[in-house]
């Protein structure tokens, strides 16, 4: 497009407006918030930093949590993660072929854990994660799932707003 002063623009797209948070709950509730950071940090012990972040972006992405799915995203991309399978971590099951017999059960796993439908994690899930992970690990892995899908409830909840994140923010 060329104006009469012979200068080229660019059409600008309007994006829908960012919705408001609800409440700044960590500055409200700051004891809950130190709790979590302590529960995530703990949580995260002795697993995989790049595993670590595939199941707390898929439980993110189950929860519907934008704010999360933008955070862990961003932090495995910074720990070396590929484009390729963050990409394909929300039809996993569907693209099985990027990530290793252990992730894949560490993904089943998270989805069972996150859902919990049928007001239990089936007996086969948690079998195939277990032949997957020493008892330690398995327990620190859920451990992880348990502090992502609370972090989500709160970004949901309160409405965070994805995209303002920097990689390694919260560390």
């Known amino acids: 497009m060329t104006t009469s002063d012979d200068t080229t ?3 600008t797209t309007e994006y829908a407006a960012e919705e408001p948070a609800r409440m ?5 509730a700051p004891e809950v918030y130190k709790a979590m950071v302590r529960l995530d940090t703990a949580a995260r012990q002795g697993l995989d930093h790049r595993l670590y972040e595939l199941v707390k972006i898929r439980a993110s992405q189950v929860n519907h949590c934008a704010f999360c799915i933008d955070m862990h995203t961003k932090d495995a ?13 929300s039809a996993w099951d569907e693209s099985r072929h990027f990530y290793t017999e252990k992730e894949l ?13 049928d ?4 007996d086969a ?8 992970f020493e008892e330690a690990e398995l327990a620190q892995l859920v451990s992880a799932i348990a502090a992502i899908n ?5 970004g949901v909840t309160f ?13």
Do not use: C, D
């Open 9 to 11: 623009t660019t059409p």
């Open 24 to 28: 700044p709950w960590a500055q409200l």
């Open 77 to 89: 991309l910074a720990a070396g993660e590929s484009v390729e399978r963050i990409i394909q971590l």
């Open 105 to 117: 059960a560490a993904l089943e796993l998270t989805e069972a854990v996150t859902v919990l439908t």
């Open 119 to 122: 007001g239990f994690v089936p």
């Open 125 to 132: 899930v948690y079998e195939k994660a277990a032949k997957h």
């Open 150 to 154: 609370a972090w989500n409830r709160f």
């Open 159 to 171: 409405r965070m707003a994805p995209g303002h994140y920097e990689p390694g923010q919260y560390k």
